[in-house]
């Protein structure tokens, strides 16, 4: 069966620091891979998705980047966080097209990252 | 832009009553709608989708109609339980790569 990891659970960084949140899935290939976040009181945003080994496709302007450097990873990074980087973020993945009967989204379980 | 918006919560309820959780989309063309869940501890799962009009998705009790006369794609459930205490989010997707996310309503059902 396919499962999703996404760490660490649990971060707080200081502003200006750098970020990076890793994300893997097992157990399919060629997956689509996305990341969201969440902030307090709002709905999930969409920041990044790929469909392939080094393709990403930008959502928002921001100080955030993602990579794929490898077919079932998926990582986040930051060079210099901002206190407005604070919120929930979550990895997700879908076999193909979302309209597909067996193909939803399946999330991580996120990482709540505060910036102080 | 495409976007959807559900009703604000949280909304607390007693067994068995009927849960109703609106929401309306802003998409050109027609897009897919979905309704994910977010159970306490959990990450996000799919609940139900349907992808045209007139569809109606279900999934453990809960049925949405897909109108596109009113853009809507409506939660509802006849009898809740206390297990269906969760975070609700509707959703759309235009082109089947992204998902376009309402803010989440929180639910809350009481013994």
């Known amino acids: 069966s396919q499962t999703i990891h996404q760490w660490p659970a649990t971060l707080v960084q200081p502003v200006g620091s750098p970020l990076s949140l890793e994300c893997t899935v097992e157990?399919?290939?060629?997956?689509?891979l996305y990341w969201y976040r969440q902030a307090a009181g709002r709905g999930l945003q969409l920041l990044f998705y790929?469909?392939?080994?080094?393709?990403i496709s930008s959502e928002v302007p921001q100080n955030l980047s993602a990579s794929r450097p490898q077919d079932r990873q998926f990582i986040l990074s930051s060079k210099k966080l901002l206190l407005s980087d604070s919120g929930f973020y979550l990895c997700?993945?879908?076999?193909?097209?979302?309209?597909?009967?067996?193909?939803?989204?399946?999330f991580g379980n996120g990482t709540r990252l505060t910036v102080t | 832009g495409d976007s959807v918006t559900q009703m604000e919560g949280p909304v607390t309820l007693s067994e068995e009553a009927f849960l109703t959780i609106n929401c309306t989309y802003t998409?050109?063309?027609?897009?897919?709608l979905f309704w994910y869940v977010q159970y306490p501890g959990e990450g996000l799962q799919l609940l139900l989708k349907?992808?045209?009009?007139?569809d109606k998705g279900s999934n453990k009790g809960f049925e949405a109609t897909y109108r596109k006369e009113t853009t809507s794609f409506h939660l509802e459930k006849g009898s809740v339980q206390v297990s269906d205490s969760a975070v609700y989010f509707c959703?759309?997707?235009?082109?089947?790569?992204?998902?376009?996310f309402g803010a989440g309503t929180t639910v809350t059902v009481r013994a």
């Open positions: 997700a993945w879908s076999a193909g097209q979302l309209s597909s009967y067996n193909s939803p989204l399946h």
């Open positions: 959703a759309l997707s235009k082109n089947d790569y992204k998902l376009s």
């Open positions: 790929s469909v392939g080994i080094g393709q």
């Open positions: 349907a992808t045209k009009a007139d």
């Open positions: 157990g399919t290939s060629n997956p689509n």
């Open positions: 998409a050109t063309g027609y897009p897919s």
